[in-house]
C-alpha cells in the first residue's frame, strides 16, 4: 500500500529550530496535496501547513511566519522548517498524503506521528 515515514522530532528549546521531514512510498500514481498535521494532549489534531503538487501552500495562523512547507515531487517528501519554536508547538507532529494509488483510486495516508517538545 502506501506508507509515510516521519523523521526529524525531538526536544527542543524556546526559540530553537527543528526540521521534520516526511517521506511517502508505495504504489503511488500521483500525489496530490502533502502536509503536516499536530495533536496536543487533549486537543483535536489541526491543519500546520499544506502544500499542493503545483505549490499552493496554506498555514495556520498560529505558525505563518515561523513555519515553511517545502515538497519534492520528483522524491515524494515534504519538510517542515520550524524555527522560533514556543512551548504551545509541543505535539505529535504527523504527515499526511493525499495519494492517488490509480485513476479512480484515492485516499489519504497517514505517518505514524513524530513528538516535538519544545521545553526549557
Known amino acids: 500500500q502506501v506508507q509515510l515515514v516521519e523523521s526529524g522530532g525531538g526536544l527542543v528549546q524556546p526559540g530553537g529550530s527543528l526540521r521534520l521531514s516526511c517521506a511517502a512510498s508505495?504504489?503511488?500514481?500521483?500525489?496530490?496535496?502533502m502536509g503536516w498535521y499536530r495533536q496536543a494532549p487533549g486537543q483535536q489534531r489541526e491543519l500546520v501547513a499544506a502544500i499542493t503538487s503545483g505549490g499552493s501552500i496554506n498555514y495556520a495562523d498560529s505558525v505563518k511566519g515561523r513555519f515553511t512547507i517545502s515538497r519534492d515531487n520528483a522524491k515524494n517528501t515534504v519538510d517542515l522548517q520550524m524555527n522560533s519554536l514556543k512551548p504551545e508547538d509541543t505535539a505529535v507532529y504527523y504527515c499526511n498524503a493525499d495519494v492517488s494509488t490509480g485513476w479512480s483510486r484515492r485516499a489519504h495516508y497517514w505517518g505514524q506521528g513524530t513528538q516535538v517538545t519544545v521545553s526549557s
Open positions: 508505495g504504489s503511488i500514481f500521483r500525489i496530490n496535496a
